[in-house]
């Protein structure tokens, strides 16, 4: 076990609904960064937060926003929900930002979109 | 083209085997770079990151090679626990983290 919990682990949501789903780090590590990861895919880059601030963001629309909290733990919320947007959702926390730093992966939120 | 490339196999090899998998990755400003291993329907866990010099860990190496923009991941004395996906990762950290995950390689050992 990492550590790194997620929450819900499964959703159902219809198109055009919002979603927020949560994240709470391994303790002691201030970054945290979504994946998206669709059926037999790698998990592709959403965004990254370190010390509450957006640090990088990947090729995802607006409609994909998050929140980092003072303790670290995140939110990424999605508006408007499309059927493309039916994923495992990742989080993965790391010590810090930067170079070389492993990530620890939550089992995910599986988010399905009718 | 994809910024990382993976081969997506599956590679069905037989326990005892040595299997290679290489990751090409496409901008030359990365600076890390890493080798995750994930099981059916389970979160990427990490396998090894992968250094200038290469680096062993046990049954695992790993090789970067800059100048042809490739990492690879080679497993010697395969076990049947080694049946999983090996994603290569590459991080474009400059001013902000980007981080690639290659689509992944499956890997099956057969008895």
């Known amino acids: 076990e990492t550590g790194v919990t997620q929450s819900p682990t499964h959703l159902i949501k219809t198109r055009g609904q919002q979603v927020t789903l949560r994240c709470s780090s391994q303790?002691?590590?201030?970054?945290v960064s979504w994946y998206q990861q669709a059926l037999g895919q790698g998990p592709q880059f959403i965004f990254q937060?370190?010390?509450?601030?957006?640090?990088g963001r990947g090729n995802f629309p607006p409609r994909f926003s998050g929140l980092q909290f003072p303790n670290y733990s995140s939110e990424l919320n999605v508006n408007a929900l499309e059927l493309d947007d039916s994923a495992l959702y990742l989080c993965?926390?790391?010590?810090?930002?930067?170079?070389?730093?492993?990530?620890?992966f939550g089992p995910g939120t599986r988010l399905t979109v009718l | 083209r994809k910024e990382v490339e993976q081969d997506p196999g599956p590679f069905n090899v037989p326990e005892g085997a040595t299997v290679a998998f290489n990751c090409t990755y496409s901008?030359?400003?990365?600076?890390?770079f890493f080798w995750y291993r994930q099981d059916c329907r389970k979160e990427p866990k990490l396998l090894m990151s992968?250094?200038?010099s290469g680096n062993e860990d046990g049954r695992f190496t790993a090789q970067l090679n800059r100048a042809s923009q490739y990492i690879s991941l080679l497993i010697r004395d395969s076990k049947l626990s080694d049946s999983a996906t090996y994603l290569c990762?590459?991080?474009?950290?400059?001013?902000?983290?980007?981080?690639?995950f290659g689509s992944g390689t499956r890997l099956s050992i057969r008895p």
């Open positions: 901008n030359s400003a990365s600076q890390s």
């Open positions: 990762v590459v991080d474009s950290y400059s001013s902000a983290s980007k981080i690639i």
């Open positions: 937060y370190y010390r509450e601030e957006e640090n």
């Open positions: 303790s002691g590590h201030n970054t």
């Open positions: 992968v250094y200038s």
């Open positions: 993965a926390s790391s010590l810090a930002s930067g170079m070389g730093n492993e990530q620890f």
